[in-house]
């Protein structure tokens, strides 16, 4: 029984035919050859080896996740080009990331959710169906999306041509087959910013401001109609890569290690913060005098922001004055992504960047943990004298 593969290829004589199937290029693609004025590539072919368990994934009315590629991690378009005009013919790229297809079955109701989880079953990357979108789209009404840009100037896109932007979307929870592309990233911070790739009109994608994970073995998850799904996906390092095993580990280790800081630094955050609304809902000279040490260690965000705006990211040096919750994410999220664009050993200098923004994280750790273990503690007891409730760190 045969179907069409036939896509957006025209109708035109193919004179061979080719899967690239091998460990050199470590992917599973269909070249058609027109022998004429160009080829056509279908990018991953995967799922279709694993239709018979979709057909009977779908006569039990179940979603399917397909058991992925060998991915591999390659910094892609590290350089890019002004993007050419739209009407310059050109090709596209192939998925930049891990590829992960999934497929849902008709009346599938809810949320849909896409999860990477590590060897340890800490999830580092989520995806969900309600992750917000541009509304209006500018890759889908770039009329509609222009009068935004007129009244907001630092929207996104606005600084580039519309035909530039890539389609804004959200994991799909409807029935059908469904591809998702992992960068192969960790979850970004909120306020982390994002950067954009990509030299093809329509195809300027953002790029979490995260830095790569490790090359490993991977757990992708996928949750649809209140069911888990499971399928191992294994991450490889770019083959072109000769760097010594020592020095790969050391920045595997750095990485993870300004990451991870990162991001606990930055939950250090958002309870200090959370603390201080409680403590301004309070009152008193006691609980807003607590309330001012804990705004000088987890200043109150700034207005605006966004793209290049103030956040939880970047790739800057330290910043000026004493540590404190707010600057020592960032500085250790600025460490681990100063050492992202090339698989080559840290630097002295990177070295010296994560000595720098350990030592600010662990001073302002100190503070944070003082203020809502001793000072709250002091505070609490002041108010139980006086017959108040204690406050709590939410």
Not at 6 to 32: E, G, N
Not at 44 to 67: C, G, H, S, W
Not at 71 to 92: I, Y
Not at 191 to 216: E, F
């Amino acid at each position: 029984h045969w179907e069409s593969l036939r896509l957006d290829m025209p109708a035109i004589s193919v004179r061979d035919i080719r899967v690239k199937d091998d460990s050199t290029c470590l992917c599973a693609d269909l070249v058609a050859g027109t022998h004429g004025r160009g080829f056509w590539i279908l990018d991953d072919i995967t799922p279709l080896r694993q239709m018979a368990a979709v057909k009977k994934a779908a006569a039990a009315n179940e979603a399917y996740l397909f058991k992925p590629n060998t991915a591999v991690r390659v910094r892609f378009a590290t350089n890019d080009p002004t993007p050419w005009p739209p009407e310059v013919p050109a090709g596209e790229n192939g998925p930049q990331g891990a590829v992960l297809d999934y497929w849902l079955p008709p009346g599938i109701t809810g949320a849909t959710k896409l999860e990477i989880v590590d060897a340890a079953g800490k999830t580092l990357r989520t995806f969900r169906s309600t992750d917000p979108v541009l509304e209006p789209d500018a890759y889908r009404d770039p009329v509609a999306y222009n009068k935004v840009c007129q009244r907001t100037i630092t929207a996104p896109h606005c600084q580039f041509p519309l035909y530039w932007a890539a389609p804004s979307d959200a994991l799909s929870n409807r029935p059908g087959a469904h591809r998702w592309v992992w960068d192969m990233r960790y979850e970004p911070l909120p306020g982390g910013g994002t950067s954009t790739t990509g030299a093809v009109p329509h195809r300027i994608y953002d790029v979490a401001n995260a830095p790569y994970v490790v090359p490993g073995t991977y757990t992708v998850r996928l949750t649809a109609g209140g069911k888990a799904y499971t399928q191992p996906l294994t991450l490889r390092l770019d083959p072109r890569v000769k760097m010594p095993a020592t020095a790969l580990a050391q920045l595997n280790t750095l990485t993870k290690e300004m990451r991870d800081g990162a991001v606990a630094t930055r939950a250090a955050y958002d309870k200090a913060r959370a603390l201080a609304g409680a403590l301004e809902s309070a009152g008193g000279a006691d609980a807003l005098a607590l309330k001012a040490q804990v705004d000088s260690i987890a200043p109150p965000a700034a207005p605006g922001g966004g793209r290049g705006g103030r956040g939880f990211g970047g790739r800057g040096g330290a910043p000026q004055g004493p540590p404190n919750l707010e600057s020592a994410a960032a500085q250790m999220m600025a460490a681990a992504m100063g050492m992202q664009s090339a698989d080559a050993p840290p630097t002295a200098n990177n070295v010296t960047a994560c000595d720098r923004a350990r030592a600010a994280s662990k001073a302002a750790m100190a503070k944070w943990t003082a203020l809502s273990t001793t000072g709250l503690t002091a505070l609490n007891a002041k108010r139980k004298a006086a017959g108040q409730p204690p406050i709590e760190v939410p």
